[in-house]
């Protein structure tokens, strides 16, 4: 069974940087392909970002240039460095574990973390 678990979130002001962590169980992320997730309130939960295991990445187009995904195999940890955060960011975080590579769907996630909050005030 994988188990994520996510940190670093935080209220932070619009441009500020945060960096979230999620710590993996040895099995979380075997052959599956580790992604963030975010969801804001009254909104579907959508695709941030996700690394496949060539290391090449995938962005959603809001927040290319801005927000880096990158993970550490040794560690089974991934991370999201999150920089010049804006209003619309805020939005609850979740790591994931994914059946595919790429844009991934919800649908198509195996294992979710049980998210972390981040609030970007104006």
């Known amino acids: 069974q994988g188990q994520l678990v996510e940190s670093g979130g935080g209220l932070v002001q619009a441009g500020d940087s945060l960096r979230l962590s999620c710590t993996a169980s040895?099995?979380?992320?075997?052959?599956?392909?580790p992604a963030w997730f975010r969801q804001a309130p009254g909104k579907e939960r959508e695709f941030v970002a996700s690394?496949?295991?060539?290391?090449?990445?995938y962005y959603r187009d809001s927040v290319k240039g801005r927000f880096t995904i990158s993970r550490d195999s040794a560690k089974n940890t991934l991370y999201l460095q999150m920089n010049s955060l804006k209003p619309e960011d805020t939005a609850v975080y979740y790591c994931?574990?994914?059946?595919?590579?790429?844009?991934?769907?919800?649908?198509?996630?195996?294992?979710w973390g049980q998210g972390i909050q981040v609030t970007v005030s104006s």
């Open positions: 994931a574990a994914g059946l595919t590579s790429g844009v991934l769907r919800p649908s198509a996630i195996r294992y």
């Open positions: 040895e099995r979380a992320f075997s052959n599956l392909t």
């Open positions: 690394i496949s295991w060539t290391s090449r990445t």
